[in-house]
Nanobody
């Protein structure tokens, strides 16, 4: 499985970006998809996830009500719509895939990772 993340860039505070993550290879709709972010020198942080089992969405408190994860199984692609961006959202964003259900916030449980896309929010 390969994950290709894209859509990052430079945006002013209050602006929006949409990240995409396209999966290829031995993909299966019965997988959980997540987004994480990381600032250099800091730990990886959970952002959002989708559960295939019950079609539930999960968000961190930091992004809840500003970010929206969506999924298009026909395209094997997951999106992260980011609105009202803040300078503290600046990070490298990674998409990830896992076959096991539950515990969406622990990055070590994910089986595959994309290469990351940089998001920079200026004040």
């Amino acid at each position: 499985v390969q994950l290709q993340a894209s859509g990052g860039g430079l945006v002013q505070a209050g602006g929006s970006l949409r990240l995409s993550c396209a999966a290829s290879g031995r993909t299966d709709r019965h997988v959980d998809m997540g987004w994480f972010r990381q600032i250099p020198g800091k730990a990886r942080e959970f952002v959002a996830a989708h559960s295939w089992r019950d079609d539930s969405l999960y968000y961190s408190e930091a992004v809840n009500n500003r970010f929206t994860l969506s999924r298009d199984n026909t395209k094997n692609t997951v999106y992260l719509q980011m609105n009202n961006l803040k300078p503290e959202d600046t990070a490298v964003y990674y998409c990830a895939l896992k076959y096991t259900s539950g515990n969406y916030v622990t990055g070590d449980l994910y089986d595959f990772w994309g290469q990351g896309t940089q998001v920079t929010v200026s004040s």
